[in-house]
């Protein structure tokens, strides 16, 4: 059974029935083996599942990991707010980025949210966690995050167990109003932290092997990776709240401890004063994801003082990355735009790719649904290109203020009725309001290069903020 099997059986298992995503690395697969509702963005899939939560309906979040971004304001609020019915957000990291603009560390969300973290090892774990992560939820009435890699979603184990985790159908309680936001945050820190941090001790997630005065704290999927290397180990369920007592007897009870962890050192940087202590800060191990052979090296050189020495960047060329497909109608659109002299801010989707030769046609490309507010920034009237999804995620607020504040923008709506980059799912079609909110010219694209340059450049001599809607078909998406 693969990670991501074990995933949707426990969803399956738990009773989960509202589960909601955006598309994205590595978690659009899961989704779409759930049958899981898509949403414009993260912070309306995370409150729809709050919503669902509150009338009793267990619910899952699949957020990539710059979704989490996203998403982090409600999610911030619901852990001193309260809950129903369980809610687990499941936060997929990309390591070494396949599908993602940077590389980001889920864990991180647990002590910024102060909600718990549970980070499993393998397919099994990743089972039980969610199991676990559901039961804690409505004990605790806090959403939980289980964090997952695409690692973790391709191993693969022996067949799971199932077993039935259904939920109680609890709704929300009118309680806690009486207190202040600052009432609920002590009370949140004085109670609902305190038991989790007694499950983070007890749970049965947690591993424990001694052997020698050597061992290893792993978190994730690199416990499996630091098995059978000849040291103790702790594995630990947890990344936060972290289980201290069990990790403090460990680190007294060896001589020098590795921390193997991806991709940073969360729980390293919160051990770094002990001088047993080994890791990715003292140069041990290397940041990113990690393997076995990294390991091996780590053990092999304990005792020795790490010296930094010169890096190798990965490049595109490299990795292997390539420009836009050959077919794709919005060639000649590209090629157009880099014949402009004015600054072009693109999006997160296939338009990153024009970043690179042979087309160098976008300068800037900050995030999804980000071009069209960036654009308005320019010191004079530029273009930002976004796609169909992008405007729903998050560009439509960037292009209403851009009306508000009267900003000089020209935006190019690359129409192709897909999120082309995620798998071709379905996107609004907002071209409607689009139109009366600025004026709108329609392009049919693939169209000769000195066309679409020529209508470019009228728009950008118009005063104000318009728009082009280049409508095209990307025939990978059938």
């Given at each position: 059974m693969k990670g991501l099997d074990a995933l949707v059986q426990a969803a399956e298992d738990a009773g989960v029935e509202a589960i909601t995503y955006v598309p994205g690395y590595p978690l659009t697969e899961v989704a779409e083996a759930l049958g899981a509702e898509i949403s414009v963005n993260e912070k309306v899939a995370l409150e729809i599942a709050l919503g669902a939560s509150a009338t009793g309906t267990r619910s899952m979040v699949l957020s990539k990991q710059l979704g989490m971004n996203i998403l982090a304001d409600p999610l911030v609020i619901s852990a001193t707010h309260a809950i129903g019915s369980g809610v687990v957000v499941i936060a997929g990291d990309d390591l070494g980025p396949e599908g993602s603009q940077a590389e980001m560390d889920s864990r991180a969300f647990g002590p910024l949210c102060e909600l718990p973290v549970l980070d499993p090892i393998d397919p099994p774990h990743l089972y039980s966690s969610i199991l676990e992560a559901y039961t804690?939820?409505?004990?605790?009435?806090?959403?939980?995050?289980?964090?997952?890699?695409?690692?973790?979603?391709?191993?693969?184990?022996?067949?799971i167990q199932p077993h039935s985790s259904q939920g109680s159908g609890q709704e929300f309680e009118r309680i806690g109003w009486e207190l202040t936001a600052r009432g609920r945050h002590q009370k949140h820190h004085d109670r609902i932290l305190a038991l989790a941090e007694e499950a983070s001790e007890s749970t049965t997630q947690n591993r424990l092997q001694i052997l020698g005065s050597v061992g290893i704290i792993a978190s994730g999927f690199p416990a499996a990776l630091a098995e059978g290397l000849g040291v103790s180990l702790l594995s630990i369920g947890y990344a936060y709240p972290l289980p201290w007592k069990l990790m403090r007897r460990f680190i007294d009870g060896h001589r020098l401890v590795l921390i193997a962890e991806e991709p940073r050192p969360c729980i390293e940087s919160q051990l770094r004063?002990?001088?047993?202590?080994?890791?990715?800060?003292?140069?041990?191990?290397?940041?990113?994801?990690?393997?076995?052979?990294?390991?091996?090296?780590?053990?092999?050189?304990?005792?020795?003082?790490?010296?930094?020495?010169?890096?190798?960047?990965?490049?595109?060329?490299?990795?292997?990355?390539t420009g836009i497909c050959d077919d794709c109608p919005y060639v000649p659109l590209f090629r157009a735009l880099a014949e402009l002299d004015v600054p072009v801010a693109g999006d997160a989707g296939c338009v990153i790719r024009t970043t690179r030769k042979p087309y160098e046609s976008v300068d800037?490309?900050?995030?999804?649904?980000?071009?069209?507010?960036?654009?308005?920034?320019?010191?004079?009237?530029?273009?930002?290109?976004?796609?169909?999804?992008?405007l729903a995620h998050s560009g439509l607020q960037g292009l209403i203020n851009t009306v508000w504040r009267k900003k000089e923008v020209l935006v190019v709506l690359l129409k192709n009725d897909v999120a082309a980059m995620t798998g071709g799912q379905e996107t609004p079609d907002l071209t409607r309001l689009l139109e009366t909110l600025v004026p709108t010219?329609?392009?049919?694209?693939?169209?000769?290069?000195?066309?679409?340059?020529?209508?470019?450049?009228?728009?950008?001599?118009?005063?104000?903020?318009?728009?082009?809607?280049?409508?095209?078909?990307?025939?990978?998406?059938?």
């Open positions: 804690l939820s409505e004990w605790l009435r806090i959403p939980i995050i289980v964090r997952v890699t695409s690692r973790l979603l391709r191993s693969l184990a022996p067949s004063m002990s001088p047993k202590v080994r890791g990715k800060l003292t140069g041990h191990l290397p940041f990113g994801p990690l393997e076995k052979s990294d390991l091996v090296k780590a053990l092999e050189n304990l005792e020795k003082r790490i010296e930094k020495g010169p890096q190798v960047y990965e490049s595109a060329a490299r990795r292997g990355y800037v490309v900050y995030g999804l649904g980000s071009s069209v507010g960036v654009a308005s920034g320019f010191g004079k009237k530029g273009v930002a290109v976004i796609g169909d999804f992008a010219r329609w392009l049919e694209l693939p169209a000769p290069e000195e066309e679409i340059e020529k209508v470019l450049r009228e728009e950008l001599a118009r005063p104000g903020a318009s728009a082009v809607v280049a409508e095209g078909r990307c025939s990978r998406c059938g």
